[in-house]
Each structure stands twice: as structure tokens, then as C-alpha cells.
């Protein structure tokens, strides 16, 4: 079980495909009440092992090529809801509620995505 509500998760580590991006997948991160995407960040086998034991988004950092779990240092964390997989085993959306004060970003806006591309 998660943290704040009931986790189903289907054997994925049969069915994700690592292997087109150097042994990561895009994890698309959406708030599960209101559907917002708030992040996209990259998971390996390893953070996506440690996001179903800890109920807590976890993510591979390609610049300092370390596992790091959202919120840690902010408290700004993100509960696991639901994870879904794509119709081509390569991409992951974690459906999540946000938890501290809710704003996601490293910049202090709610998501990542606040920037209209003019």
C-alpha cells in the first residue's frame, strides 16, 4: 500500500522497456485530483524499484547519475496514487498527490510547466 490511498502495480518489471534510452524511462508526473502535470523526470530499474517500496516518487538523476526521491530536501514530496504504463513499455505516469506546500518545481511554481513557448 501507498501512502494515502491503495497502489496497484502489475508486474512492470516485465513489461518496461529500459533499454531505448541508456536504462531509463521518461515518468511523466500528473496530480491525481486535478490532472495537472506538474514534472517529467527519468527512472531506472532502480528508482522505479525504490518508488514501489518507498510509495514516494523516486527518480535517476542523469547529471549527478544518482537516485533521488522528489521533496527530499524540500519536503515538497510526491505520494504515489497509481502507476500507468504506455502502450509501448517505454514511458511511465505516476499519478500522485502532492504533499508540503504542493508547489513542485525547483523555481517555487507549482509545476514545471508555467512557461508558454511564444
Known sequence: MMPGGVF???????????SKLDGLVPAV???DESGEVL??????EAALAAT???GFATFFSR???????KGETSGNRLAVRRILIDCDDDT???RVKRLGDGNICHTGE??????DLD
Do not use: K, P, Y
Open 110 to 115: 507549482r509545476s514545471c510547466f508555467f512557461r
Open 39 to 44: 514534472m517529467v523526470g527519468f527512472m531506472n
Open 92 to 94: 511511465i505516469l505516476v
Open 63 to 69: 547529471t549527478r547519475q544518482q537516485l533521488w526521491t
Open 8 to 18: 496497484h502495480f502489475q508486474d512492470a518489471f516485465c513489461l518496461m522497456d529500459f
Open 52 to 54: 514501489r517500496e518507498t
Open 29 to 31: 508526473i500528473q496530480d
